[in-house]
């Protein structure tokens, strides 16, 4: 398994300024996700960050809004840029860890929740 | 590309009754199911996952899931629901890139 922690937990932010998330996980591991949660909604994933290479996003998700750094293998943080009302969502690091089975399993950290005014 | 639809969004049992959620889910190749519980305020905590051999799979807090490949469902169920058990509770279906594609969620209310 893997010990996820995130900061901020939470955050009030104003329109228009930039807020970087945290993610820290207690073992190295190669792949971190960034998923976002909107108020009553699921899940989406934004981009898939491996250290040593670019962060991959997802359609509808662009760099220069969620950019992401991957700097070692247990740390990464997504920076929501030039933030709007819309941007008020929970987001969610996951780190994917290897089982022993066919297929790996992902930990999620707690989430940080951010409201934009 | 994969999906999953949960088809309740809202479930109310009372505290000590069976619950069922239902889930389908949609991709081209081998599953890798999932089921992730979501208390308020909280992160995802795995409940139990699929990947192959024996479709009924056992997961923690007495949770099970049943695997049935001709109808495309991961349903979950417990026997004897707490009132711990209400949350919010997400399946997911994981690709061979290992990103995950979550369904809607169904909220669980138990009514003592």
């Known amino acids: 398994s893997a010990v996820i922690s995130q900061k901020p937990s939470r955050d009030i932010c104003q329109r228009g300024t930039s807020l970087t998330i945290q993610c820290q996980v207690d073992?190295?591991?190669?792949?971190m996700f960034w998923y976002r949660q909107q108020p009553g909604q699921s899940l989406t994933l934004i981009a898939t960050?491996?250290?040593?290479?670019?962060?991959?996003?997802e359609s509808g998700f662009v760099i220069d809004k969620f950019p992401i750094s991957r700097p070692n293998l247990t740390f990464s943080t997504l920076t929501v840029s030039n933030m709007s009302p819309e941007d008020s969502s929970i987001y969610l690091c996951?780190?994917?860890?290897?089982?022993?089975?066919?297929?790996?399993?992902?930990?999620f950290g707690p989430g940080t929740r951010l409201t934009v005014l | 590309a994969q999906s999953v639809t949960q088809p309740d969004i809202h479930i109310t049992v009372s505290e000590g009754a069976s619950l069922e959620l239902r889930c389908n889910y949609s991709y081209g190749a081998t599953p890798y199911l999932f089921w992730y519980v979501q208390s308020p305020g909280q992160g995802l905590q795995l409940l139990l996952k699929y990947f192959s051999g024996d479709t009924l799979v056992q997961g923690i807090k007495g949770f099970e899931a049943e695997f049935k490949r001709s109808q495309s469902s991961f349903n979950l169920r417990k026997p004897s629901v707490h009132w711990s058990d209400a949350a919010e509770y997400f399946c997911?279906?994981?690709?061979?890139?290992?990103?995950?594609?979550f369904g809607a969620g169904t909220t669980v209310t138990v009514r003592a």
């Open positions: 960050a491996n250290q040593g290479s670019e962060a991959t996003y």
């Open positions: 997911a279906v994981g690709a061979i890139d290992y990103k995950l594609s």
């Open positions: 073992s190295q591991v190669t792949m």
């Open positions: 996951s780190v994917e860890v290897s089982t022993g089975l066919t297929y790996n399993e992902q930990f």
